[in-house]
């Protein structure tokens, strides 16, 4: 008996030692490796020469990860100096330059010649990125480049600011693709330029091609495990490739994309978006939009990779086995449009997901304009209904209701499209806005609530209407006489406006408003169209029952001056007729609902 209990004590404290010494395992495998790595000089061990120290851990779930910077190029950035340096704005005098210098690429030349090839950036990555490990053993990537008449310093700062800044191993080969330049700059001496760059060939085509068959065609070369697709205009900032890399070796049914930064097409100043990380949207004219992260997807690292439903289109990587089997790009598709919504319905309906990854940023320069010859309003509407027609579903139909044209456009032959589909088991699209995209009809519903006016809005004290003039961002409202009812008037007309659901006031009738919101800024300043951000802030205002347009963040109400017929902000005073306005329509049980704040 007595022997008994004493092998029951003798396990009993084995157990207890294993439960203290086994969860240690784990702290001790991390402690071991890192004290290993310390000791290996640069080279040895398979490690990238250049990294002088490398810090390997283990974690519980068995899989080494390291910390991917390289702090010595991070250091040499920091002592850099010069106009630009750091993506500080290019000091530029007045006379420096005209607008001579958009007129071929669209940006700034001038600047863009006059700043370093291999210029430093900020690191504004949220500060938990510098403390990311990243895999071991991340997959190698074909980077993949298609420009046209891209101007020679903007294209040489993008390909230096990928090899500066990304590990050599993981740069399976950087393919130029040229979608049939003719600029002697891109021809021998882009060629004898790039031959001090072991891993970049150039490949063009025989004639002119557009965004999508190009990088197809560069596709279609690339050896690369991953693909991952820059534009030609871009700046890789600290680190940005191996986040990327690091989420799809998780998941090799992943699309990726870093956070695209603005660099300012005038004086090149670097600079996160506003609003910063964001997930990809769409709006039912299918324009491209952000909405807020929702916090049901916030987790506690605001650092960390997160869900979007649609792709910006132009910076994102995916592995290459992935993006053949979902078909490429749909090759029905013309020039360019589209194609971000194709790709990003197919990859969540079709068994795959889509992050965009905080840690991994790269800049881009935004055009001013589009300085060569775009395709016509019916090649993008075609390419726009082809994706539709082939994804959407019953969800069509709100497109049509908004853009009628599209009805009866061609979308040429669906059929292999339909069939691809059919062979991956796509999902349906219902499937995709309630799983996927279940966020967007807050701000973007497919049938739009009623609004609380429109028409015409006439001022009480001159008779006088309010005109847009067809403006775009910063055109400032004037009056104007009040145009006649008659079949010139149509939803497009200037003096037709929607102060819709989102409290905001559009250029448009209910079904068809414009990008353009009312927008102000203060007291005295002048009421300016400015593109819609469905934000409320500048662009909020309340239709008072003195007929008053009152703007919530100046506290001021829409004044004008009959005699020069000026539109601005002023201190409100209710006897004033001057700030009286009369909308031609008005549905007063919205309304109230708007004045109550019931909507908001």
Same mark, same amino acid.
């Given at each position: ?7 029951? $004590? ?56 390291? *910390? ?8 040499? !950035? ?12 290019? @000091? ?5 330059? *005209? ?130 697709? $820059? ?51 769409? *709006? ?7 909405? @807020? ?5 916030? %987790? ?12 910006? %289109?132009?910076?994102?990587?995916? /592995? ?5 089997? $979902? ?28 992050? *965009? ?32 027609? /082939?994804?959407?579903?019953?969800? /069509? ?14 979308? %040429? ?6 069939? $691809? ?45 309010? !005109? ?12 104007? /006489?009040?145009?006649?009812? %008659? ?19 559009? @250029? ?93």
């Amino acid at each position: 008996m007595k022997r008994r209990q004493k092998r029951v $004590l003798q396990m009993a404290f084995l157990f207890m030692v294993a439960l203290i010494f086994l969860p240690n395992v784990g702290l001790w495998s991390m402690y071991r490796d890192k004290s290993l790595m310390k000791s290996h000089e640069p080279g040895e061990q398979g490690f990238p020469l250049g990294l002088k120290e490398v810090h390997i851990y283990t974690w519980t779930d068995g899989l080494r990860r390291r *910390d991917w910077h390289d702090n010595e190029s991070i250091r040499k !950035d920091s002592q850099r100096v010069g106009k630009g340096e750091h993506g500080k704005p290019y @000091p530029l005098a007045e006379d420096e330059c *005209d607008d001579s210098v958009y007129k071929e690429n669209g940006f700034n030349i001038y600047v863009s010649n006059n700043i370093a090839l291999d210029r430093s950036l900020p690191d504004i990555r949220h500060p938990n990125c510098k403390q990311k490990l990243y895999l071991e053993n991340l997959p190698n990537t074909s980077i993949i480049i298609p420009f046209h008449n891209e101007g020679w310093s903007s294209l040489l700062r993008t390909i230096h600011s990928i090899t500066n800044r990304t590990p050599d191993h993981l740069i399976a080969e950087i393919i130029l693709v040229d979608d049939y330049s003719d600029k002697d700059h891109l021809k021998a001496h882009l060629e004898e330029y790039m031959s001090r760059f072991p891993k970049v060939r150039i490949v063009r085509t025989k004639k002119r091609e557009g965004l999508i068959r190009t990088r197809l065609l560069g596709a279609s070369v690339a050896r690369g495990e991953v693909l991952t697709f $820059l534009d030609s205009h871009c700046e890789a900032n600290i680190n940005w490739l191996p986040p990327l890399l690091n989420q799809i070796a998780q998941n090799p049914k992943t699309i990726v994309s870093p956070m695209i930064d603005v660099i300012d097409h005038n004086h090149f100043g670097y600079e996160a978006q506003a609003g910063d990380a964001m997930r990809g949207a769409f *709006d039912w004219e299918m324009y491209y939009k952000r909405i @807020p992260i929702p916090p049901e997807l916030q %987790g506690p690292d605001p650092s960390d990779p997160y869900e979007s439903p649609v792709m910006a %289109g132009g910076l994102f990587a995916v /592995t290459r086995l992935w993006f053949w089997e $979902l078909g490429g790009y749909d090759t029905g598709l013309e020039i360019w449009g589209g194609e971000q919504f194709e790709i990003s319905f197919k990859v969540w309906m079709c068994g795959g997901s889509m992050y *965009d990854v905080p840690c991994s940023r790269v800049g881009h320069i935004y055009r001013k304009y589009v300085p060569y010859k775009v395709p016509s309003g019916t090649s993008l509407a075609r390419n726009l209904k082809r994706v539709a027609e /082939t994804w959407m579903d019953e969800y /069509t139909e709100y497109i049509y209701q908004r853009r009628p044209e599209y009805r009866h456009l061609s979308t %040429g032959d669906l059929t292999a499209q339909k069939e $691809l589909r059919k062979h991956l088991k796509c999902k349906d699209f219902k499937w995709y806005m309630n799983t996927v995209a279940w966020d967007l009809p807050k701000y973007y519903p497919p049938v739009e609530p009623p609004p609380a006016a429109w028409g015409e809005i006439r001022n009480a004290a001159s008779g006088l209407c309010i !005109d847009s003039k067809h403006g775009s961002t910063g055109t400032e409202l004037r009056l104007d /006489t009040c145009l006649k009812e %008659g079949a010139e008037r149509t939803w497009a007309h200037e003096q037709i406006f929607t102060f819709g659901w989102r409290e905001d006031i559009r @250029p448009g009738d209910p079904l068809h408003t414009r990008k353009f919101c009312f927008d102000a800024i203060s007291q005295n300043s002048p009421i300016t169209l400015y593109d819609c951000h469905g934000m409320k802030g500048n662009q909020h205002w309340s239709y008072r029952k003195d007929k008053s347009l009152y703007h919530l963040v100046s506290n001021g109400c829409m004044d004008c001056s009959p005699g020069d017929k000026r539109i601005f902000m002023n201190k409100c005073d209710p006897e004033s007729e001057t700030q009286q306005w009369i909308f031609q329509k008005v549905n007063t049980t919205v309304l109230d609902k708007f004045n109550s704040g019931a909507s908001s």
